[in-house]
C-alpha cells in the first residue's frame, strides 16, 4: 500500500468493438465491458468501498485500548502537516483533470506488486487479528493492531485527497511516505514482539506450532515488503514524479500568463495603431 489509489490507475483499452447498422453504441456485449475492467482496479475500487468500514474495524480496537496513544495520535499530526503544506509549501495550481491527477502508471509486473502488497499488508494482518480474537491470543492482536490502524489511516487519506484539488502532487506522495516510514517503526516493535517476547510451549500441537510461525512470517514480510517500497519507490521514484509533475505545471501555467499578458497588450496597441493610420 504505498499510495496504492494514488500511484495506479486503471488503463482504459481501446475499444475495437464493431457496431451492427442501427444499433446503439451502448448495446455492446456485457462480457466485453466486464473484460475492459482490470483487475487491479477491481482491487482498487473495492479498497475504496470497505475503507471508511475498515476505519471503524480498527477505531474499534483504538478504544479497546490495542492501539499506542502516539500512533492514535499520529494520523492528526500527519493530516496537518499536509494541510500546511498545501497551503504554504506546494499549493495547488487549480482544478486537475482526473488522468493529470495520476502520478505514477505502471507496468504489468507493478500493478502485480501493488496487489502482493495489498495482500501482505492489509489482508493477511487483518486475518492474523481476527484469527488472534479467535483462538483468545490477545498477543497476536496486540502486536499487528497498530500497523493496521496507521494502514487504513492511509488508505482513507490517499482516497480523500486524491479526489480534491485543493492538494498538489508532491503533497500527495508525501502521504505514503510518512505513514510508511512510521509504519516500518511499527512493524519493527511488531517483529520484536514476535520474535523476542513469545515462545512455545515444550509441548506444543502442530496448529499453534504453525500459528507461531505464521505471525513471525508475516511481521518479516511486511519489514522487507515496506522497506523495499519505501527505499526503491516511494523515494527514488514516487517522490520524484511528483515535484517533477508540480515544478512543470507550475511552469506551464507561468507561460501561458505570459503569453495571455503579451495577447492582452497587443490587443490594447491594435486600436491606437488603427486610430493613427485615420
Known amino acids: 500500500m504505498s499510495g496504492v489509489s494514488l500511484a495506479v490507475a486503471p488503463r482504459s483499452e481501446p475499444d ?3 457496431t451492427a447498422p442501427g444499433s446503439k453504441p451502448q ?6 465491458q466486464q473484460h475492459q475492467q482490470p483487475a487491479v482496479g477491481g482491487v482498487m475500487g473495492s479498497l475504496r468501498v470497505i ?6 474495524f480498527i477505531m474499534v480496537f483504538s478504544v479497546s485500548g490495542l492501539v499506542p496513544l502516539f500512533d492514535l495520535i499520529f494520523p492528526a ?3 496537518a502537516y499536509l494541510l500546511a503544506l498545501s497551503r504554504l509549501a506546494f499549493p495547488s495550481h487549480g482544478p486537475v483533470s482526473s488522468s493529470s491527477r495520476e502520478i505514477f502508471q505502471g507496468s504489468r509486473f507493478f500493478r502485480f506488486y501493488v496487489v502482493a502488497g495489498t495482500t501482505i499488508g492489509l489482508f493477511l494482518p487483518l486475518a492474523y487479528v481476527l484469527g488472534g480474537f479467535a483462538r483468545g491470543d490477545e498477543h497476536a492482536v496486540r502486536s499487528a493492531t497498530p500497523h493496521l490502524f496507521l494502514l487504513s489511516f492511509q488508505i482513507l487519506t490517499e482516497n480523500v485527497i486524491s479526489g480534491l484539488s485543493l492538494f498538489s502532487p508532491p503533497v500527495r506522495a508525501l502521504v505514503p511516505l510518512l505513514y510508511t516510514v512510521r509504519r516500518i517503526f511499527v512493524i519493527l516493535d511488531w517483529m520484536k514482539d514476535v520474535w523476542l517476547n513469545k515462545t512455545l510451549p515444550a509441548n506444543a500441537q502442530f496448529k499453534d506450532v ?3 510461525w505464521f505471525g513471525r512470517s508475516l511481521a518479516v514480510a511486511n519489514f522487507i ?6 527505499f526503491g519507490f516511494l523515494i527514488p521514484r ?3 514524479r511528483a515535484f517533477e509533475r508540480y515544478f512543470k505545471e507550475r511552469d506551464e501555467l507561468e507561460s ?3 503569453e495571455d499578458k503579451r495577447s492582452a497588450a497587443a490587443n490594447k496597441l491594435e486600436p491606437v495603431a488603427d486610430k493613427k493610420s485615420d
Open 16 to 18: 475495437t468493438t464493431t
Open 27 to 32: 448495446d455492446k456485449p456485457l462480457h466485453r
Open 51 to 56: 475503507e471508511l468500514q475498515l476505519v471503524a
Open 77 to 79: 499530526f500527519a493530516s
Open 210 to 212: 504453525a500459528w507461531f
Open 225 to 230: 515488503y515496506f522497506s523495499i517500497n519505501l
Open 238 to 240: 514516487f517522490l520524484p
Open 256 to 258: 501561458k500568463s505570459v
